[in-house]
């Protein structure tokens, strides 16, 4: 028995050795073998030593990331009218990657270009300058400017979002379809906007970044849910809104700075505006060749978005101690009028104005329902906003304590 198993041992490190050899790195293999991987194998696998069959019997899966992502694709869909009709205008969100996302790298803006370049001869000085120019910058201001750079720094969350809209996925995160490069360029886009935020406030010394990080990482533990349910319809029409919403507040926020004489931060804000800008162009572009080929979908999921109300990304923020903490950042921001009541029903009447959705015709009679919903929507909230905005004039004040701040009132 004990010669069996030895036997039958050797055999096993005998089988291992080879099959080691096989698992080899592609920058040691044969010239010979380099011919046979010029194909479309990016695995770390030497088919000259494991065939392609071997290989399927030992993973369950061919190692060409083409056949892979063929195989990841989904076959059954929640809504799979929706995921037809964003297959069918693709082309253009090719023209959208090309045109409206910049190109990366060099070419590109980066956050360093609007910061104290601290391998610099003179870094000092330009660490002073921006420290003077943020001297006069009260404290509500830091507060709505550090919960515009915590929206932003969740940018992991909403990454995850789009992947999860039907048909707009990148199931291996190297996709070569329209819409995973449309994610993976927008999110790089978007990826320096909390960078340069977060970086201004680090330099500028006006607040506790430890109790800012705090809140960053409690907000993309706790994510958030926008409604858009796996949907494409439902993803880009909250997609076109929260990013007008967002070039809206880091405009204004710009302005406020101004004002204040931190000319720098008025110029990092407009740029994030701008960028935000472009992204809100897109995907409005999105939901108009949606409106082209079927305009009761989508007529009847905004319909069912806007009597849920519009949620904003960074609602579930927590600094660990405030419980309020999104509610008390968004009365300073409503105070200081960086983003109001006003602002959003303004947001839902360019929608309506830039969609046409009062003009569609040849409507089903549900859909109709909701496109005269739609379009009254905006005069009613305005009519609200302004209400309860005349009705807040005569209210003291009610400041709050924030830990970003160290704790100062705002």
Not at 8 to 24: E, H, N, P
Request: hydrophobic share 35%; with cysteine.
């Amino acid at each position: 028995m004990p010669s069996t198993r030895a036997a039958a041992l050797a055999a096993v490190l005998s089988s291992a050795s080879s099959v080691a050899t096989a698992f080899t790195s592609p920058s040691v293999t044969s010239s010979a073998a380099k011919k046979t991987t010029a194909t479309s194998i990016y695995s770390t696998v030497d088919p000259s030593v494991v065939t392609k069959k071997e290989y399927q019997d030992i993973c369950g899966v061919d190692f060409d990331d083409r056949t892979l992502s063929d195989r990841l694709k989904k076959t059954a869909y929640l809504y799979p009218k929706h995921v037809e009709v964003i297959e069918d205008f693709e082309p253009l969100v090719n023209k959208m990657v090309d045109e409206i996302l910049l190109e990366t790298g060099e070419k590109a803006w980066q956050p360093q270009d609007y910061l104290p370049d601290l391998a610099a001869d003179d870094w000092l000085q330009q660490t002073k300058d921006l420290r003077e120019a943020a001297e006069g910058i009260p404290d509500d201001v830091w507060v709505v400017l550090v919960g515009d750079m915590v929206t932003e720094e969740a940018l992991p969350t909403y990454q995850t979002l789009l992947n999860t809209f039907e048909g707009c996925d990148d199931p291996i995160g190297t996709t070569d379809s329209a819409w995973a490069r449309w994610s993976r360029g927008w999110t790089s886009e978007e990826n320096r906007h909390g960078d340069l935020l977060n970086k201004y406030l680090y330099l500028s010394g006006k607040t506790d970044m430890r109790a800012i990080e705090v809140t960053i990482q409690h907000l993309i533990t706790s994510g958030f849910n926008p409604g858009a349910r796996k949907d494409p319809y439902r993803g880009f029409l909250y997609t076109s809104f929260q990013e007008r919403a967002t070039k809206i507040s880091h405009g204004n926020v710009g302005k406020v700075a101004k004002d204040y004489g931190a000319k720098d931060l008025q110029r990092i804000c407009a740029k994030i505006a701008g960028d935000e800008g472009r992204h809100e162009k897109a995907y409005q572009s999105f939901c108009t060749e949606i409106l082209k080929r079927d305009p009761d979908g989508l007529l009847m999921e905004f319909g069912d978005m806007m009597r849920g109300q519009i949620v904003m990304p960074a609602e579930l923020m927590t600094d660990g101690k405030d419980a309020q903490l999104y509610e008390n950042f968004s009365a300073v921001a409503q105070r200081l009028g960086v983003y109001t009541a006003i602002d959003y029903a303004e947001i839902i009447q360019h929608l309506v104005d830039h969609w046409k959705l009062g003009e569609l015709t040849g409507l089903s009679s549900e859909a109709e329902k909701e496109q005269e919903y739609i379009c009254r929507l905006p005069q009613r909230y305005k009519k609200l906003a302004e209400r309860s905005m005349n009705k807040k004039k005569d209210d003291v004040i009610e400041q709050k304590s924030f830990s970003w701040i160290f704790n100062r009132m705002a």
